[in-house]
């Protein structure tokens, strides 16, 4: 019904930056809140950032000053900016949105991408 696809991540230098997107799709009607969270090989997922239906931003310590959350919502995509990159931010990166479905239902619920690899060397 509904479908996160994400896509940017790579092999990049210490340092370096990437841009990672995440596209939703399918039965929405609007989405709420939207998100990257990211999962280390033997580490649980963690928030990176979130990003409202308003713009209002959050984001963790460790992304702080480095990364950039950003959305277009007539694209229903939502963007990860990450500069200085550092190898301890290497990890597979998810994708979340709070997605409505279309009048008559309006159930909200909470959808996730399948993921994209980001490695970074040092």
């Known amino acids: 019904q509904v479908q996160l696809l994400e896509s940017g991540g790579g092999l990049v230098q210490a340092g370096g930056s990437l841009r990672l997107s995440c596209a939703a799709s399918?039965?929405?009607?609007?989405?709420?809140?939207m998100g990257w969270y990211r999962q280390a090989p033997g580490m649980q997922r963690e928030l990176v950032a979130t990003?409202?239906?308003?713009?209002?931003?959050n984001y963790a310590d460790s992304a702080k000053g480095r990364f950039a959350i950003s959305r277009d919502n007539a694209k229903n995509t939502v963007y990860l900016q990450m500069n200085s990159l550092k190898p301890e931010d290497t990890a597979v990166y998810y994708c979340?949105?709070?997605?409505?479905?279309?009048?008559?239902?309006?159930?909200?619920?909470?959808?996730w991408g399948q993921g994209t690899q980001v490695s970074v060397s040092s």
């Open positions: 979340n949105g709070d997605i409505m479905f279309p009048p008559p239902d309006l159930t909200l619920r909470t959808y």
């Open positions: 399918g039965r929405i009607f609007s989405i709420r809140a």
């Open positions: 990003i409202t239906s308003g713009d209002s931003t």
